[in-house]
T-cell receptor, first 111, second 108 residues
Framework: ETGVTQSPTHLIKTRGQQVTLRCSSQSGHNTVSWYQQALGQGPQFIFQYYREEENGRGNFPPRFSGLQFPNYSSELNVNALELDDSALYLC??????????FGPGTRLTVL | KNEVEQSPQNLTAQEGEFITINCSYSVGISALHWLQQHPGGGIVSLFMLSSGKKKHGRLIATINIQEKHSSLHITASHPRDSAVYICAVPYTGNQFYFGTGTSLTVIP
């Protein structure tokens, strides 16, 4: 059974660019949640996908968007990057409302 | 006010010491999670508990639902325990409120 994987591990972008982060959920999991963790802060909920549909959203602007595929893997897209978007982006998968398992994260730096 | 408060924010201990990290929350919950985050980012789920106490090796987690308080204890601490420990509570389905974390450093 493979765990949650994320790609890439690190990424550097400039302001105004767009970025796509990817998450492969653990086998058997149908729910993926995305979190943003700024340096020294706890993770902040961005949104959750359940069976390919958005199932809740945190306080993030529309330029943060997502997608879940039939195999339950997921993408997080961020348009018009801002300096404050620099953070660790974590995804977590679960089977419905059961325990979440986190991926290793993608470190995004916006210059 | 944050829905989840942790204390202390930073903790330095000598190897072998008994360590306690506290978490208080203000929302009604079905379960509370303790997570461990090592430098570099990856988060590992340590415990999910809804009542009483759970133990994994040298780690013990307790929760008091009535008092809305949980503690994470580490017995015989070791430098490899150095990490950030985060408590998290679900509030809608599987969405979470996270504490800001307790940064633990264990010195040999």
């Amino acid at each position: 059974e493979t765990g949650v994987t994320q790609s890439p591990t690190h990424l550097i972008k400039t302001r105004g660019q767009q970025v796509t982060l990817r998450c492969s959920s653990q086998s058997g999991h149908n729910t993926v949640s995305w979190y943003q963790q700024a340096l020294g802060q706890g993770p902040q909920f961005i949104f959750q996908y359940y069976r390919e549909e958005e199932n809740g959203r945190g306080n993030f602007p529309p330029r943060f968007s997502g997608l879940q595929f039939p195999n339950y893997s997921s993408e997080l897209n961020v348009n018009a990057l801002e300096l404050d978007d620099s953070a660790l982006y974590l995804c977590a998968s679960s089977f419905s409302y059961n325990e979440q398992f986190f991926g290793p994260g993608t470190r995004l730096t916006v210059l | 006010k944050n829905e989840v408060e942790q204390s202390p924010q930073n903790l330095t201990a000598q190897e072998g010491e008994f360590i306690t990290i506290n978490c208080s929350y203000s929302v009604g919950i079905s379960a509370l999670h303790w997570l461990q985050q090592h430098p570099g980012g990856g988060i590992v789920s340590l415990f999910m508990l809804s009542s009483g106490k759970k133990k994994h090796g040298r780690l013990i987690a307790t929760i008091n639902i009535q008092e809305k308080h949980s503690s994470l204890h580490i017995t015989a601490s070791h430098p490899r325990d150095s990490a950030v420990y985060i408590c998290a509570v679900p509030y809608t389905g599987n969405q979470f409120y996270f504490g800001t974390g307790t940064s633990l450093t264990v010195i040999p």
